[in-house]
């Protein structure tokens, strides 16, 4: 069964630094591209960024607002997942969810049940 | 940037009526491959993220023949044949044709 849980969130103040964490496993985590996806209280779902696999290169896409201040990096050996925030701003208080496609292309089949972010003074 | 938008935003529906949801985007969704990614996501109360249907009209395993996915290039429907009381919630459609960009969601509640 593939799972994903994230881990990692909590308050913080702006300008403040946090990393999340998502623990993969039910699936060869190494070629598979990972993404990160936010939801902010009460609003819809913003994508972050990604990561691709090893096979394709394990490089990255942001999302132009938390590109330069939010970095995504994958540790296959141990099937996780991270999302390093920097320069957190209020604006990045969300739900913080890991999700990736495993069997049907194109799309997000598998999700994690989210880590919250509060960015506030 | 590829904007998408859903409309309605709110759809009250009757129990064991249909119900339906545009998705359209600001540019062709057809990849270089020919595949077109567009997908519905549905968010229930308390529930993790669940994917309905992928490519515009493929079931994703366990998804109840209730519920089907139609269009092209830039325009797409997602019907519910008969709305149940579990289906409340809301709906997004994503395409991850170029990056990843989702609609606004359509929130599904019952009369």
């Known amino acids: 069964e593939v799972q994903l849980v994230e881990s990692g969130g909590g308050l913080v103040k702006p300008g403040g630094s946090l990393r999340l964490s998502c623990a993969a496993s039910?699936?060869?985590?190494?070629?598979?591209?990972m993404y990160w996806v936010r939801q902010a209280p009460g609003k819809g779902l913003e994508w972050v960024g990604r990561?691709?696999?090893?096979?394709?290169?394990?490089?990255?896409d942001y999302a132009a607002p938390v590109k330069g201040r939010f970095t995504i990096s994958r540790d296959d050996s141990e099937n996780t997942l991270y999302l390093q925030m920097n320069s957190l701003k209020t604006e990045d208080t969300a739900m913080y969810y890991c999700?990736?496609?495993?069997?049907?292309?194109?799309?997000?089949?598998?999700w994690g049940q989210g880590t919250l972010v509060t960015v506030s003074s | 940037d590829i904007v998408m938008t859903q409309t309605p935003l709110s759809s009250p529906v009757t129990l064991g009526q249909p119900a339906s949801i545009s998705c359209r985007s600001s540019q062709s969704l057809v990849h270089s491959n020919g595949d077109t990614y567009l997908s519905w996501l549905q968010q229930r109360p308390g529930q993790p993220l669940r994917l309905l249907i992928y490519?515009?009209?493929n079931r994703f395993s366990g998804v109840p023949d209730r519920f089907s996915g139609s269009g092209a290039g830039a325009d797409f429907t997602l019907r519910i044949s008969r709305v149940e009381a579990e289906d409340v919630g809301v709906y997004y459609c994503m395409q991850a044709t170029q990056l990843i960009t989702f609609g606004q969601g359509t929130r599904l509640e019952i009369k």
């Open positions: 039910g699936f060869t985590f190494t070629n598979v591209w």
């Open positions: 999700a990736t496609c495993i069997t049907a292309p194109g799309s997000f089949d598998s």
């Open positions: 990561i691709k696999g090893k096979i394709d290169g394990g490089t990255t």
């Open positions: 490519k515009i009209s």
